[in-house]
T-cell receptor, first 117, second 114 residues
Framework: GAVVSQHPSRVICKSGTSVKIECRSL??????MFWYRQFPKQSLMLMAT?????????EQGVEKDKFLINHASLTLSTLTVTSAHPEDSSFYIC?????????????FGPGTRLLVL | AQSVTQLDSHVSVSEGTPVLLRCNYS??????LFWYVQHPNKGLQLLLK??????LVKGINGFEAEFKKSETSFHLTKPSAHMSDAAEYFC????????????FGKGTTLSVSS
């Protein structure tokens, strides 16, 4: 089946620094990737939809200047958490839609756990 | 607006007994519905999906779900639980008719005892 990877799997950083998380579709092309955030014991909340070659679409309440998304190719999207603060600590998960597959199906990455000290 | 409600935050069963995880949805159009499973420290895995075909959907690992429009439900079942089924389960609906984004339920933690 389709595989989505994320890197890094875990990151710890100091408050005020920026962190970049990569999301890659390994064996398929994805014009659309999605970024979710999951707090402990809670559900996934969609942050933004990343479209290859165009600007990301952010959900209400998500700061686009805080969470920079770049989707430069059909297999890679990046999420940069700028000037991270402890409240940004969370589990970030990306997903990708297979360009050639059923449109409703998203394949999820394993997630990146961010801890901001 | 689209939404899903998972009626139980935690379900506990004994190994070998049936599993029932309940989900109700709200949709202004014919939705696509999914069940995903999340094991600790692992990515989300698609169990099954309903996309307006057969109302009884069979998924992986012996799970199945039935779409009931009259009850706006999409409950997940399995005849016999296995220890490896212990995980977090999410009921999911597409957020729009284009199916471009997903809305997750709050999740149900399934515990399986021996």
């Amino acid at each position: 089946g389709a595989v989505v990877s994320q890197h890094p799997s875990r990151v710890i950083c100091k408050s005020g620094t920026s962190v970049k998380i990569e999301c890659r579709s390994l064996d398929f092309q994805a014009t659309t990737m999605f970024w979710y955030r999951q707090f402990p014991k809670q559900s996934l909340m969609l942050m933004a939809t990343s479209n290859e070659g165009s600007k990301a679409t952010y959900e209400q309440g998500v700061e686009k200047d805080k969470f920079l998304i770049n989707h430069a190719s059909l297999t890679l999207s990046t999420l940069t958490v700028t000037s991270a603060h402890p409240e940004d600590s969370s589990f970030y998960i990306c997903s990708a839609r297979d360009l050639a597959g059923v449109r409703e199906t998203q394949y999820f990455g394993p997630g990146t756990r961010l801890l901001v000290l | 607006a689209q939404s899903v409600t998972q009626l139980d935050s935690h379900v506990s069963v004994s190994e070998g007994t049936p599993v029932l995880l309940r989900c109700n949805y709200s949709s202004s159009y014919s939705p696509s519905l999914f069940w995903y499973v999340q094991h600790p420290n692992k990515g989300l895995q698609l169990l099954l999906k309903y996309t307006s075909a057969a109302t009884l959907v069979k998924g992986i690992n012996g799970f199945e779900a039935e779409f009931k429009k009259s009850e706006t439900s999409f409950h997940l079942t399995k005849p016999s639980a296995h220890m490896s089924d212990a995980a977090e389960y999410f009921c999911v609906v597409t957020s729009n008719q284009a199916g471009t984004a997903l809305i997750f339920g709050k999740g149900t933690t399934l515990s399986v005892s021996s």
